[in-house]
Nanobody
């Protein structure tokens, strides 16, 4: 059964770093787009970053573009989100999701385009 499993969340001080992982055991990311989204308390879920299955296309929300890096390791069926210089505003539950049939050459942070979701991992940024 297909599933996405997030890990790597935790509590970190402002300015700190975390690396989130999104694993798809036994599955290959052929011709898909994998995205990271987040939902802070009392707010709507928002797109953070996405990557094409070959890593050739990436996209970032403006609020994280200079601080976060998305990458993919197809040998491990895992997508990573390296988060640096974290701010309290980054506190949220982070979800990864997969878009099974993306438009060619497109990686869009549109929630409705994504078909399957993980359970989420909590990130808290606080002193």
């Amino acid at each position: 059964q297909f599933q996405l499993v997030e890990s790597g969340g935790g509590l970190v001080q402002p300015g700190g770093s975390l690396r989130l992982s999104c694993a798809a055991p036994g599955f290959h990311f052929d011709r898909t787009v994998i995205g990271w989204f987040r939902q802070a308390p009392g707010k709507k879920r928002e797109g953070v970053s996405c990557i094409s299955e070959r890593g050739s296309i990436t996209n970032y929300a403006d609020s994280v573009a200079s601080r976060f890096t998305i990458s993919i390791n197809n040998a491990k069926n895992t997508v990573y989100l390296q988060m640096n210089n974290l701010e309290p505003e980054d506190t949220a539950v982070y979800y990864c999701a997969i878009e099974w049939r993306p438009y060619p050459g497109v990686c869009a942070l549109t929630e409705g385009r994504f078909d399957s979701w993980g359970q989420g991992t909590q990130v808290a940024v606080s002193s």
